[in-house]
């Protein structure tokens, strides 16, 4: 007897606005650090080029990793080791923003840590 269960369509509907959003501000943010930083109101983005070409990335892999293996039922379970790595991510992003003396900056951060976090507990059930 396994302990997944499959996921009842309402809390499927809420996963997928979650998981939209996220990609969508993923998508937006990494490109956005990758084709006009300068744009972006973040002080250190002008204090470190490579980690914001960087951090880019990462936010560009994340905004589709969140949807794209679910939305196209191959491998879905990357959407799962994906919202870890926002969660790592945004560990990480706060972790730098205290250092920064930016703590007051991390709601963001905590928020986005909470909805990958229930993605990653929603869509470990059995689709």
């Not at 996921?7 to 509907?13: A, E, H, R, V, Y």
């Not at 998981?19 to 650090?33: C, R």
């Not at 945004?90 to 909805?115: C, D, P, T, Y």
């Amino acid at each position: 007897m396994t302990t997944e269960q499959k996921t009842s369509k309402p809390l499927n509907i809420i996963l997928w606005v979650a998981q939209d959003l996220l990609a969508l501000t993923f998508i937006w943010v990494g490109f956005m650090k990758i084709a006009n930083p300068g744009d972006l109101p973040f002080p250190w983005i002008k204090e470190n080029p490579s980690l914001v070409l960087t951090t880019g990335i990462f936010d560009l892999l994340g905004g589709l990793g969140i949807v794209l293996p679910t939305l196209l039922r191959i491998q879905p379970k990357l959407t799962v080791l994906t919202a870890y790595g926002i969660i790592a991510l945004m560990v990480v992003a706060s972790i730098f923003h205290i250092s920064r003396g930016e703590g007051k900056n991390i709601g963001v951060n905590i928020f986005i840590f909470l909805v990958a976090a229930f993605i990653a507990w929603g869509r470990r059930k059995k689709q």
